[in-house]
């Protein structure tokens, strides 16, 4: 984990020496406003500071608006933009070739509530050591505005009429399937989602993050739960982070009562500041009862709803892979030798 | 139960072995029926006979007609012994074991005139033939006598056929006894227990029958020397171990999970790491088969040699992943070990019904590679040959088994270790990509063969990154809806198909001077052409025979067209899937090509095809 600096001529680089410049990519082509390009500006602002090397990057993704988003970040590192609700799959292909990479799954609503829920809940499953961004807007942006599961009961939207179906809860799905990191934030929310980005990055396994992203084109309207003015209004932040950087010196304010140390995985802290003083992100079961509390609602909570305090394996131990990412085996850890065949058919 | 026996089934009077004509010993050329129950164990009897008749160096061939079942369905295991070598299904069946009630009339029915029935003394019979000869078994005083544990009673129960077949046929007891203990992996308690019941009932048989059937077999050479017994999806998953697999991703499917299950056999053993045990590869099962093509996808592109095992309705499901790892151009093997289709079809019997669907999978514009093996040892070859292909051309290969083939345990020649080093392909590393100055195009034909350069993620530069996707692009790798773009790219992978013809395994031809007549086709069918060609030789109709072994096909294939005046289209599948694509790849020789196709769930016998050549002709 790095800090940034200021040089002599008074650029601001990172630890590894580059301007923040290095983490752009392309210019976005989505609306404009449209909150999935906030997240991609808060993925550069963290990657950046931590001192991410994006060329250990991989930028995963389905299809939909928010699918087209890795285009627009990290420009030193490989995306793979495959098929609708599928990035689950191609990403756990990609984290068990490569251990070494620091793989990154933009999905949306669509992607990840719809058609692909089941590729989602396996991927969680398996904790499959990824960053699981949801650019959640409660719309099909890309087809021009169909409802998406994630929906709200009762919505309206211009062309697709009232929604008469309840939304599924991307953070209670991912608790059932036993996430092990589950957050939510708003993307009219930099702080926040930066805080919890650089947590999640820390996460060993999956970490998931649903980010309520406004649609600005297809649901921006005052009454959708996905819209600008909702989230600024009926946003309950769970807690506050502070991310402290594994080296650093870790200091209590013993009287503060309201904050909570949570040790990441990779040995990183992070600090919560409790809003809700009775909020314990390590309880899942508390963690489901407040989800389905805030549904009830029509509210939604931001913040880390859930953090794993027991480690479970994530699947690159469950593999018990060797250290050499497995894309880099040479021949001769690959091939067998011509006396193990000649042993083989002795047996046959 | 009504049994009508004056009329012999249809199927038994066609067939030109149906009588056993002349009098005298018949040795090692005849088939055996056993007609059991499945989930009762007598798979391993099966294969202790099957093992032991090999060993005695007669060829012999065993099919295993099974059910969509667990338990308490029939089941038939037919094993054909050729003194000639022919190892592909012959209908006729000479003797008949009779160990299942539910189908005891129609298996003694069938048998061929002059055969012998053995069965379970329990069983009736329902008419009693005059032109067979009838051995009873007391299987269940044996079992009783032989006092076995009470829950391994049903499963040793078909040791009994095993010895009074010994006994009758002469089959060898030292070799059955090393096929047992083969069989158990040298476990001394279960080879005691097996063999046990086995000696008991040969014994019996010794002392209570009266052989007066001319059938038994008798030690051979000339033809089993050097070769070993396997079934077809263990040879596969051995390629891949060789081939250096190192992902894979699948989803359960008959006929195709013991390709699996015998990948997670081998890996651990051949590819575990010496230093620290740990794993040189991964095994994921997935969520459904479309997840598993994804994985293999998402394996491929980041560097690792990844594969999946399928069959009909999971090639289905991976349409459109497939598609996308052709566009984006990504490596991915895929064995699709065919059943019949389609639909859930019948799950347990073998086809070529795939051929079509997985030659064009997906929708848009596309082919793929397919490879055909025809026995074990091809499978094998072509478990890590698949890899180098897909890697050079940066595209899925799908290696087209079937059910026949990967199931069954076939005699084979040896597997030859690879003989070149493995070719990963046009990948750029770091130093090339610092040489080259950062400056490369993912999809720029450098090298006039439609194949362009990757790199790996995780090169560390930071110029190697390119955006892989499903969408139109243009040379960079970059999102472009020009038509220019589009059509370019298009016409850069019709030349990557075409260099694809000339990289993938060569077709084998053997042709008879004076033929008119030449026969294509694939796969598992092989032993039964072999056969076949014989047949028809015998009957004046000189052929040659030229045996695919991937598509898409080159110019051997168009010459060998031209050379004869009619070309038969042989294929295990209803709709001459084969033919049509032959037809719509060279259509001036549509004249020409006959289809020969057939598909009822059993492999393809010479006699059927022998007769419908000529019938064609």
Redo the contacts between chains.
Sequence with gaps: MATTVETARGAKVNALGLDKNAYKAAPSTLCKGCGHDTISQRIMNVAWELGLDQTQVVKMSGIGCSSKSPAYFLGWSHAFNGVHGRMPATATGAAVANRDLTVIGVSGDGDTASIGTGQFKHAVRRNVPMLYIVENNGVYGLTKGQFSATADLGQKLKYAGVNNLPPLDICMEALAANATFVARSFAGDPRQVESLLRAAFSHRGIAVLDIISPCVTFNNHDDSSKSYSWGKEREFPLNELNFIPDYAEITIDAAYKGELQVEMHDGTKIMLKKLDPNYDPTDKLNALRVLEEARQKQQFITGLIYVSEKERPDLHELLQLVDTPLAYLPEEKLRPSREALAELLATL | MTVVLEKAPPEATERREDVIAGPGPKIDNFSINFATVNGSGSQTSNGVLLRALFKMGIPVSGKNMFPSNIQGMPTWYIIRLSEDGYLGRRDPYEIVVCMNSRTVADDMARVAPGGVVIYDDTLPIAARREDVTYYPMPVAQLVKEAKLPFELRDYIANMVYVGVLAQLLDIEMAEIEAAVSWNFGGKPKPIALNMNMVRRAFQWAEANLVKTDPFRVERMTGFNEGK???DGNSAAA?GA????V??V?WYPITPASSLVDALMK?LPQ??S?DA?G???????Q???E?????????????????MTSTSGPGLDLMG??AG?AYF?EVPAVVWDVQRIGPSTGLPTRTSQGDIAAAYYLSHGDKRHVLLFPADPQECFEFGWRSFDLAERLQTPVFVMSDLDLGMNVWISD??E??PT??DRGKVLDLEQIREIGGSWARYKDVNGDGITYR????????A????????GHDENA??SERPEDWERNMNRLACKFNTARTLVPEPVADEAARARVGIISVGSNHTAIVEARDLLTAAGIENSYMRLRALPINDAVRDFINRYERICVVENNHDGQLYQILLSEEPCCGEKLVSIARCNGWPLTADWIAETIQRML
Excluded: C, N
Aim: no cysteine; charged share 15%; hydrophobic share 50%.
């Design positions: 070993i017994l396997v051995l171990v060789f081939g250096g190192s992902f991703a081998y051949m590819r790491d620290t740990k794993a040189t590869f991964a095994v994921i997935a969520e459904d479309l997840a598993a093509l994804g994985m293999v996808i998402g394996a491929g592109w980041a560097g690792a040699r990844a459109e992943f996308l984006a040896p597997f270790y690879p080093p493995m790199t790996l993620p995780g090169t560390p530069h930071p190697a990154a390119y955006f892989t996707r499903g969408t970059r999102y």
